[in-house]
């Protein structure tokens, strides 16, 4: 499996952005996908994490703001970015866990706000 995620860039403090992350190499229909960003010297924390049919989580910080979603059609999920803070500058990576736990990345990308 390959995930390509998208939609990074730099704006301003209260902008939208919209990542992308579209997979290729296996159905990830089922799959818990997820989206996670670290931050200079820090550690790479979760921000959004979708479970289907089950339960959608996102880091205390970004609800109400964030909004993760999928389309199995295109294989593809997504992080809607509302109100962004510069708090929120990071590189920002899709992830993708199978049934059997393996964890598969995107190559990051970067998500700059400014003030």
């Known amino acids: 499996v390959q995930l390509q995620a998208s939609g990074g860039g730099s704006v301003q403090a209260g902008d939208s952005l919209r990542l992308s992350c579209a997979a290729s190499?296996?159905?990830?229909?089922?799959?818990?996908t997820s989206w996670y960003r670290q931050a200079p010297g820090r550690k790479r924390e979760l921000v959004a994490i979708?479970?289907?049919?089950?339960?959608?989580q996102y880091l205390y910080s970004v609800r109400g703001r964030f909004t993760i979603s999928r389309d199995n059609g295109k294989k593809s999920w997504y992080l809607q970015m509302n109100s962004l803070k510069p708090e929120d500058t990071a590189v920002y990576y899709c992830?993708?866990?199978?049934?059997?736990?393996?964890?598969?990345w995107g190559q990051g990308t970067q998500v700059t706000v400014s003030s």
């Open positions: 190499g296996s159905d990830v229909g089922s799959w818990d």
């Open positions: 979708h479970n289907p049919g089950t339960y959608t």
């Open positions: 992830m993708a866990k199978d049934p059997s736990h393996n964890n598969y």
